[in-house]
């Protein structure tokens, strides 16, 4: 994958395995990760001041976020783009909206996540 802007991602996701792969094969894309494995650490990366440009959200997590992070996410950085990692048939039932992208959890989901993260990161450079 070229690098062409480094992104401030932030990965959440409840199995460790997968959460690790995500933060590892980004890193190694060049991005910058933060993770978060519980609601105040979400929490304070969401309110804090590090910058995100995306967030990649388990919603498997949803006993332990609460469908109010999407709500803290939309208020505080209307603009982010979060991307729902997760199996289809745990798919939450959520309004399609602009800054908001569903990539099934399978064994080649880190492939089409890597795409739409290159794909993100060209248009941000674009900007620049």
Do not use: W
Not at 48 to 63: A, H, N, Q, T
Not at 103 to 112: A, G, L
């Amino acid at each position: 994958m070229t690098q062409l802007f480094p992104l401030h991602i932030l990965v959440t996701d409840l199995n460790h395995n997968v959460h690790n792969l995500l933060k590892r094969e980004l890193k190694k894309a060049g991005h910058i990760i933060y993770t978060a494995c519980n609601r105040k650490e979400a929490h304070e990366a969401v309110s804090g001041g590090k910058p995100l440009d995306m967030v990649i959200l388990d919603p498997e997590l949803s006993e332990i976020f609460g469908k109010s992070l999407f709500e803290e996410l939309k208020a505080r950085k209307p603009h982010l783009t979060i991307i729902i990692h997760t199996f289809i048939e745990l798919l939450p039932d959520i309004d399609k909206e602009d800054h908001l992208v569903f990539v099934e959890k399978n064994e080649k989901s880190i492939h089409s996540l890597k795409k739409i993260i290159q794909e993100y990161s060209a248009k941000k450079a674009a900007y620049l």
